[in-house]
């Protein structure tokens, strides 16, 4: 790794100008684009303290050799140049958002003479209207539904000329699905006055057409022409079948696209809805791992500029309006972008109320559930298993393969509710059944390092009794012995119940550095454990420490090893914090009326919504209290002389009303 002061340039150098910038790794590869108001204070933040970098922005600077920058005369130009230099160098460190699925296009090929209508994936051409993205179900059965109304070709080139030579049409041109231009039974220009209406029609036209088809229909029964008029109704039933297939979500006059993004630490997904005419026409995602120190406001400015920037506005497809979560950065020159690139005005609003941000919600929702699978996906593919738990042993030089994995974690506020967790993974998938929640008191819960100890202690010690207890069954069975005098027989007919911690993982992982990987490897010494390996996952540079070791294990950004460290230690990140959020809840909601006796909880909450507050209800006669609901003469009695012995003095725990936050005593 590079030495970021080896190739840092003087600050006198640095214009303070708006520009973009690049960095270079020694074989001269861009590895990162990015712009700035001013030159010299983006560049100087990189170098002032490198070691104070975050990990991503850390890695980037020390992977480079050289950086170099061009001045521009305004934002918006770095804008447009920054764009371009993304898309030609593809630099590893700058985020790029790819399709989390390929999604097909109905496309029409208008460049052609005779134009085609076609299922597309892939990159866009030009000269070619492309309609969605649908589902690949949704979108074949609405192009099968359409040719029937709109007869344009749908042959490939070989099928079409095929056709020409041998003066037949394909099949489809005997079913009335398309009008054979192959054979001369529609005109060139009549074809492509088809095709016209095909595009018209999926570009949000449909009433119109449908509207011509019933006036035709209605002229057709006028003249008695039935089968003609039949033929029209079908017609129009098939329109109506695809124009209603999406539901109206907002106003017919509204065509936008609506954004949302769900994100960790790790990975971001995007999914967006396009809406025309009030209508949801298709639906799009992508994933994204998030290689640069962005903010929410930085990935929605990137993902705008790679979507709309990659496509173009190819007739008309980057509409009106776009919806995003949060506002992007550089909102105003992001803005005129896109209007350059539309050839009309872009507004680009975060929906506070109504029908789009209700809109905006559903499209959140598919992004979160979007992640989800991604990374369950990736969990589970076995191929990628196995390369993770292989580079993590072979990166470790741990002589045994990593059949079980367990991972700890302490949680707490400010020394409060102390908790820990341990979640296990085995073969490189989670083992729920074998998640296991500690609390943590007295000394122990002093500091971080001493919690650990505890908890590995208390983990392993565990793991020791069941151990001897198994062995001890084992020999009593092999020898054949009764047991003592005294003593139960053993049942060899039932099943012994499965002991909660008598399976040892092959590695250990803390969440934390260098202090918490020796207090866990402090713990497993004192019981005498010697073959079970720990290691700890520092989160500011994701370096993976050893005991005892001065310099951690640093592990490549892409490595699958590193990937499932990671996912582990979120994955026990938040098991601890739902444990400690259900402690400080009950902790909160702990009041002076729980400690009397017979007093259940619908009694306390008649007596506090009597009186008002535990005040009330301390200050109250026995003859006051039994004017409660469902308190009696001698459960009053009871709670008077419950509070007369606790003196004037005693400390009482604030009751919190759960529904507003409040404290309902003073």
């Known amino acids: 790794m590079a030495n970021p002061a080896s190739y840092r340039p003087k600050t006198g150098e640095i214009p303070t100008n708006p520009g973009v910038y690049r960095f270079r790794d020694p074989h001269g590869r861009v590895i990162y684009v990015g712009k700035a108001k001013s030159l010299r204070s983006r560049l100087n933040s990189y170098f002032a303290n490198p070691a104070g970098l975050l990990p991503k922005t850390y890695a980037m600077v020390h992977a ?252 008309g497809r980057l509409p009106r309006e776009v919806l995003v979560p949060v506002a992007p950065s550089n909102l105003e020159d992001l803005a005129t972008w896109l209007a350059g690139i539309r050839g009309a005005k872009v507004d680009i609003r975060v929906p506070q109320r109504g029908d789009k941000a209700a809109l905006m919600s559903t499209v959140r929702e598919n992004a979160e559930h979007a992640l989800k699978l991604h990374k ?89 009794q069941d151990k001897s207890a198994q062995v001890d069954e084992a020999v009593l069975e092999a020898d054949g012995q009764d047991p003592a005098p005294g003593t139960a027989a053993l049942d060899t007919t039932t099943p012994a119940p499965k002991a909660k911690f008598a399976y040892p993982p092959n590695l250990v992982v803390v969440d934390g550095g260098q202090p918490q990987v020796n207090a866990a490897a402090r713990a497993l010494k004192d019981l005498g454990i010697d073959d079970v390996y720990v290691v700890g996952l520092a989160k500011r540079l994701e370096e993976v420490w050893l005991p005892d070791s001065d310099f951690p294990v640093i592990l490549p950004r892409t490595s699958q090893g590193l990937y499932l460290l990671q996912r582990i230690r979120d994955e026990a990140h938040r098991f601890a914090i739902t444990f400690h959020r259900q402690k400080r809840g009950k902790a909160m909601t702990v009041s002076a009326l729980d400690a009397v006796p017979g007093l259940g909880a619908s009694k306390r909450k008649a007596l506090l919504a009597h009186f008002g507050s535990v005040k009330g209800v301390k200050a109250a006669t026995a003859e006051e209290l039994a004017e409660a609901k469902g308190i009696g003469p001698a459960l009053a009695g009871a709670i008077v002389s419950h509070f007369a012995a606790e003196g004037p003095e005693a400390v009482t725990v604030p009751a919190i009303n759960m529904a507003t936050g409040e404290i309902i005593e003073t």
Not at 262 to 291: S, Y
Request: proline share 4%; with cysteine.
């Open 64 to 315: 480079a050799s050289s950086v170099e920058w061009t001045v521009v005369g305004s934002e918006l130009e770095s804008l447009q140049l920054e764009y371009t230099w993304i898309k030609e160098f593809k630099p590893r460190f700058n985020v790029v958002f790819r399709d989390d699925k390929t999604y097909p296009y109905l496309a029409v090929t208008m460049s052609e003479k005779y134009p085609r209508v076609q299922v597309m994936r892939g990159d866009k051409r030009k000269g070619t209207r492309y309609f969605g993205p649908y589902t690949a179900g949704a979108i074949r059965e609405t192009m099968d539904t359409l040719l029937r109304v709109f007869p344009v070709r749908s042959c490939s080139a070989g099928v079409f000329k095929r056709a020409q030579a041998s003066g037949r049409p394909c099949l489809l041109g005997y079913i009335d699905k398309c009008s054979a231009p192959c054979v001369g039974r529609i005109s060139p220009e009549d074809h492509r006055a088809l095709a016209d209406d095909f595009c018209a029609f999926m570009g949000g036209e449909a009433k119109r057409f449908i509207n011509k088809l019933e006036k035709q229909m209605s002229d057709a029964v006028a003249k008695l022409d039935y089968e003609h008029a039949a033929r029209l109704r079908d017609d129009i039933t098939a329109l109506r079948k695809v124009f209603e297939r999406n539901a109206v979500v907002l106003s017919e006059d509204t065509d936008a696209d609506v954004f949302a993004l769900h994100e960790d630490e790790l990975e971001a997904a995007v999914q967006v809805f396009h809406v025309r005419g009030g209508r949801i026409r298709g639906q799009r995602g992508w994933v994204v791992e998030k290689v640069e120190d962005f903010t929410t406001p930085d990935l929605v400015e990137h993902l705008l500029q790679q979507v709309y920037g990659e496509d173009g506005d190819t007739h």
């Open 376 to 464: 369950t996906r990736r969990a589970g593919d076995i191929t990628v298993r196995s390369q993770a738990l292989q580079e993590l042993q072979e990166a470790l030089d741990l002589p045994v393969p990593l059949l079980r994995i367990e991972c700890f974690d302490v949680s707490h506020v400010q020394g409060t509710n102390v908790v820990a967790s341990m979640v296990v993974v085995e073969d490189g998938l989670p083992k729920k059944s074998d998640y296991r929640k500690f609390s943590i008191t007295g000394a122990a819960a002093s500091d971080d390092t001493a919690a650990m100890h505890d908890v590995l202690t208390r983990r392993f010690r565990h793991y020791l």
